[in-house]
């Protein structure tokens, strides 16, 4: 992951631990909806850990993990629990989780690797398991106001390297707005998709 990207998080990490935000908890019930009960669900860039306490909430079992040791202590103390310390190339799993929440972290993948981390992920899935991911949207590449990388892919780009990543036997891409760290509103791409069987 890009260096300036992790440090961001590593100096920010109490003010987003700090932040509460409610907008993707639709998604997360509709990710939630297409697995079964007590699901084990692999969360990647935890964040402050909101999404795995509601996930917990709901009787789930969730390996929580992030990229910034910062950030996975900052989880790990709203939790109670230990939060792992993960970047995504480190995932070495197989067939392991029923269900992968990747929520606004992959977008700092960078375009040339994406697809290789995709396939990570999909060798990480069981066979019809359930990946949630969101993507701030645009043309190319490049860096917001605070340093952070960003892939800003285009729905047509994203379809075509989900396709080089895996058997996928949906892929569902939602489009809506957030409002980010700088308080200013991003458009973004949400997909849910399924592992093939």
């Not at 509460?20 to 909806?33: K, W, Y």
Request: charged fraction near 25%.
């Amino acid at each position: 992951m890009d260096e300036a990207t992790l440090r961001f998080y590593g100096e920010n990490a109490s003010a987003y631990a700090e932040r509460e935000i409610t907008s993707r908890r639709i998604r997360l019930g509709r990710f939630l909806a297409l697995l079964p009960p007590g699901a084990g669900i692999l969360e990647l860039g935890c964040g402050a850990g909101f999404d795995t306490a509601e996930m917990l909430a709901q009787g789930y079992e969730v390996s929580a993990t992030d990229g910034s040791p910062e950030m996975a202590a900052e989880a790990s103390r709203r939790l109670g629990r230990p939060v792992g310390t993960l970047l995504f190339h480190e995932l070495d799993e197989v067939e392991a989780y029923d269900g992968v929440w990747a929520n606004a972290c992959l977008l700092h993948v960078p375009r040339d690797e994406l697809a290789q981390i995709l396939k990570l992920i999909w060798r990480a899935l069981k066979a019809g398991g359930v990946f949630y991911a969101s993507f701030k949207t645009g043309d190319t590449e490049g860096r917001d106001t605070f340093n952070r990388y960003y892939n800003y892919p285009s729905a047509d780009w994203l379809r075509s390297t989900y396709a080089t990543a895996g058997n996928w036997s949906s892929l569902d891409i939602e489009s809506g707005e957030v409002k980010g760290f700088d308080n200013e509103s991003a458009r973004m791409l949400f997909i849910l998709t399924r592992k093939g069987t």
